[in-house]
């Protein structure tokens, strides 16, 4: 999980873990990691689960767990999270291996997970030095985001392990109606934008398409790239959210955070994703490579970009929550009502112009 433009350094003041607790409890359940003093840092680019990098000698693994002052639930349950990413490195080689799981609080506070490290490069608001995401590089790069989205949803759910993980029958219902309802729980300001897209939605729900695995939050930035050659993904990240449903509603997360070269600029601000170029493919060039490449029909596509937004949002928006209740004193955090302004109107203007 370590990268070139993404370091980890010493943890927040207010993350930092028991060392000593941990080196004890690692060394009983993964005994490669004893011996040498645990250094531990913080990859502190993320704004939700927490995580970590343990570096023992030579030896590197990186910790996942909830965040301080939130309850666990879907998004933070750390035992789905293992259990997703314990088999499916085996159907599916850029998920990191999970390798040991802590199903109780008394060793750092929280539940946790450890699994192996990816080293290459996570492309964030800009490339590191050297690193060409320009001209022919980042049509490689584009491709590659494409091609791997399509291998993620033809996954086997058996050979990864996970037969009867989820439950596809109602999904895009059950996720229109839960990403509402956790806007309505953590609402604090009143946006039309929000409430017309919420409405919206839940009158244009579509006929399901066949279920694949879906990573659920992927974006440039949950991809490791090989060092020397940006056409290449090597680890895919972040798998907190994943389930099994109708595949367009992954694509549509990604087009919700994919900007195009002609997006208003109050998308332009927002951390995310690469700035656009004039060589950037814009969102319905990606949809016409995805349904190129996996032969599905993607007529419908702006209802699920229209979600994407709306759930990117939310996401926003239980983060604003976070901060204005006090429960983190994160700085970007403060920030994040603006976001949930840019994509929902965003949204509104997606639904009447028609367009991706």
């Known amino acids: 999980m370590t990268d070139i433009l993404d370091r980890a350094e010493a943890p927040r003041a207010s993350e930092t873990l028991n060392t000593q607790a941990l080196q004890e409890w690692l060394a009983q359940h993964i005994p490669e990691m004893s011996g040498d003093a645990l250094q531990l840092l913080q990859f502190r680019k993320g704004h939700s689960n927490l995580t970590y990098l343990l570096v023992n000698g030579a ?11 939130v309850a666990a639930g879907s998004a933070h349950d750390m035992s789905r999270e293992y259990r997703i990413l314990s088999g499916l490195h085996r159907a599916y080689a850029p998920a990191p291996r999970a390798v040991a799981f802590c199903d109780h609080a008394d060793v750092i506070g929280a539940p946790f997970y450890v699994m192996e490290s990816i080293s290459g490069v996570i492309l964030r608001r800009t490339a ?19 091609q791997n989205l399509a291998a993620i949803h033809s996954v086997s759910l058996e050979s990864a392990g996970l037969e009867g993980f989820g439950k596809p029958e109602g999904y895009i219902y059950r996720q229109v109606s839960g990403w509402t309802e956790r806007y309505r729980r953590s609402q604090t300001d009143e946006i039309p ?52 449903g109708d595949p367009l509603m992954d694509l549509g ?10 997006d208003p600029d109050e998308m332009k601000a927002l951390p ?85």
Not at 129 to 146: C, H, I, K, L, P
């Open 59 to 69: 030896r590197r693994l990186v910790l996942r767990r909830a965040p301080f002052g």
């Open 272 to 356: 995310l994703n690469l700035p656009p170029s004039e060589d950037t493919p814009n969102r319905q060039q990606l949809v016409d490579r995805y349904a190129a490449v996996t032969g599905r029909d993607t007529s419908n596509m702006l209802f699920f970009y229209v979600f994407g937004l709306f759930k990117i949002a939310v996401v926003a928006q239980q983060i604003y929550w976070r901060f204005k209740a006090g429960k983190t004193d994160d700085p970007r955090f403060g920030m994040m009502i603006f976001g949930v302004h840019a994509l929902s109107n965003q949204a509104s203007r997606a639904i009447a112009t028609g367009k991706v």
């Open 128 to 146: 590191p030095s050297g690193y060409d995401v320009t001209g022919q590089n980042g049509a490689r790069m584009w491709e590659a985001f494409v």
């Open 193 to 244: 934008a929000m409430e017309e897209a919420a409405a919206w939605l839940a009158a244009h729900i579509p006929a399901e398409n066949k279920p694949s695995l879906l990573h659920n939050d992927y974006k440039l930035d949950n991809l490791v790239l090989h060092p020397d050659d940006p056409g290449k993904v090597i680890g895919v990240l972040d798998w907190e959210m994943a389930a099994v």
């Open 253 to 262: 997360t990604s087009l919700g955070y994919h900007i195009n070269f002609d």
